[in-house]
């Protein structure tokens, strides 16, 4: 499939706030996807997963998650300066903003004649968690968050003490959660804390364990496992074209599936 890329300024309550989109050049309509990417914003493993998922039919928007701090089109580097920038900028900016921000990607994207209105999320660490909170939308019909950073010690934003476990309520879509067991920035304990209060919530997810690091999806780097990264990115396919391009009808409550999930790995 031939991708056209392309990008736009929207506004936010915080200033103009670029997204770069990939999409199959020809037809459509077709499915959104906002991708959210890691600290580092839009950098050459982000596009190229941006080009995977449009490849399989799908609008993607890859909002610049810290447009309050850096200009349009920047990417940090994997490095430790860029690094420390991302994180500090994670903490400094609030979290309000990081809400609005998903809302003018949602907004974004239905107003493309070429999106067909059924939306979805994927993030992955800074952006597992952002599509975590993407999902509390309700055009968000199913979302991925890769081993997504600290919801488990509600630790984004200024003043570190966001309320995403206390608004897990709010997810009404599928949620696909994938997590690394040596991942040091979500430890055991963690990753139980997100899965009893997704459970107590009743929201239809499901859960898989890797053995596997931190940033084990990115292909740029010595933590990165090409094959989990395929089976993550089939799951994630799976979830949304089931639910995106599958025209899934919810199933009567009397028959709907219970919440939960088996986990793996």
Known sequence: MI?????TDVATPNGAMRIHRFRPAAGGPYPG???FSEIYQVTGPIQRTARRLASHGYIVAVPEVYHEFEPAGCALSYDKDG????????VEKELASYDADARAAIAHLLSLPQCNGRLGSIGICLGGHLSFRCAMNPEILAAA????????????GKGMRDDSLERI?????????IWGRQDPHVPQEGRDAVYRAMTKAGVVFTWHEFNAQHAFIRDEGPRYDAELADICYAMALE????RL???????????APPAG?????
């Open 83 to 90: 690094t420390d920038k991302g994180n500090r900028y994670k």
């Open 245 to 255: 391009q599958g025209g899934f009808l919810d199933a009567p409550a009397e028959a």
């Open 261 to 265: 999930s088996l986990k793996l790995g």
């Open 145 to 156: 968050c890769l081993y997504a950073t600290d919801i488990h010690k509600r630790g984004l």
């Open 3 to 7: 991708i056209k890329e392309e990008s």
């Open 239 to 242: 979830t949304f074209g089931r």
């Open 169 to 177: 309520g709010e997810l009404k879509g599928e949620m696909l959660m």
């Open 33 to 35: 996807l906002i991708l």
